[in-house]
């Protein structure tokens, strides 16, 4: 069946779903992991995502960021010369130990480069435990 | 190369990258050496007026950066800081830092004077006016 056959026997909602089926391109950014006193550093380049899509989830030990990137035409009807690289969305996981205190990270997005401070977990302090004549 | 871009999350371009980072640990370190590839990736557009060129360098601010036009040629240049400061280890680096130069023959002139760049986010974006005898002209057919 062509397309346009499948088109006229479904209806245009099967094309917006099979449309909206099509997943984007889906990236892994680089990283650079660096630790600096009392916290461990990532730094992900999401070179194009926008600020405000950037998803970042703790969960279970894994932090997972995810970022939005839209697709960015600088005019309509350009004609292709030269393609070496693609435009998606980006996904990275890392698993992190439990040494990481997950209330205080802190991200921060510029220039394309996320940045984020995850500080190490205060070490429990030790305590002297008093013996009682019972 | 390009398949490696267009097809990123592909099982086997893992592998290829892989292989090629640990190839390109033994060449001279030198600026943006995360690889054997030209660094920045660029993609270049055109249309009868101009010719348009965008390249993703993040980490990389305004001052950062320089971009030249002579005649037919493109030149980006730049650098990028590793972390500064006292007692930074760095458990694992994939990202390049250094400077980086590449240079691009465009396949026709343009007017330096015309171009414009804008970074933003990471992303660089060059346009570049054709110069008067490489713009697109429109030639009336007439009838004999």
């Not at chain 1, 550093?41 to 030990?61: C, N, S, Y």
């Not at chain 1, 890392?94 to 990270?105: C, L, P, Q, Y």
């Not at chain 2, 800081?81 to 458990?91: R, S």
Request: include cysteine; charged fraction near 30%.
């Amino acid at each position: 069946m062509t397309t346009t056959a499948m088109e006229r026997a479904n209806g245009t909602k099967a094309q917006s779903a099979m449309t909206r089926g099509q997943r984007a391109p889906r990236f892994v950014p680089r990283v650079d992991i660096a630790e600096r006193g009392d916290e461990l550093l990532l730094m992900l380049d999401l070179p194009g995502a926008q600020p405000d899509g950037v998803d970042i989830d703790f969960e279970r030990g894994t932090l997972t960021i995810r970022a939005r990137v839209q697709p960015r035409p600088i005019r309509p009807n350009l004609t292709p010369l030269y393609c070496e690289y693609g435009v998606g969305d980006y996904e990275r996981s890392f698993v992190i130990g439990d040494e990481v205190d997950a209330e205080r990270i802190a991200a921060e997005f510029r220039d394309g480069v996320l940045t984020l401070r995850l500080p190490k977990r205060e070490q429990l302090k030790s305590r002297k435990i008093a013996v009682r004549n019972g | 190369m390009l398949l490696n871009r267009l097809f990123p999350s592909d099982p086997f371009n893992e592998l290829r990258r892989e292989m090629d980072r640990a190839f390109g640990a033994f060449l001279p370190r030198g600026a943006w050496s995360c690889g054997v590839e030209a660094f920045p990736a660029v993609n270049v557009w055109e249309d009868g007026e101009a010719l348009f060129a965008e390249a993703e360098i993040p980490g990389c601010s305004m001052n950062d950066v320089e971009v030249e036009v002579v005649g037919n040629q493109l030149t980006l240049k730049g650098r990028r800081e590793a972390l500064q400061g006292e007692g930074v280890t760095y458990h694992r680096q994939e990202r390049g830092i250094g400077e980086f130069t590449r240079v691009l023959t465009l396949p026709v002139e343009v007017q330096s004077e015309g171009v414009e760049a804008v970074l933003k986010d990471g992303v660089l974006t060059i346009t570049m006016p054709k110069a008067e005898k490489a713009r697109a002209r429109k030639i009336l057919v007439k009838a004999d």
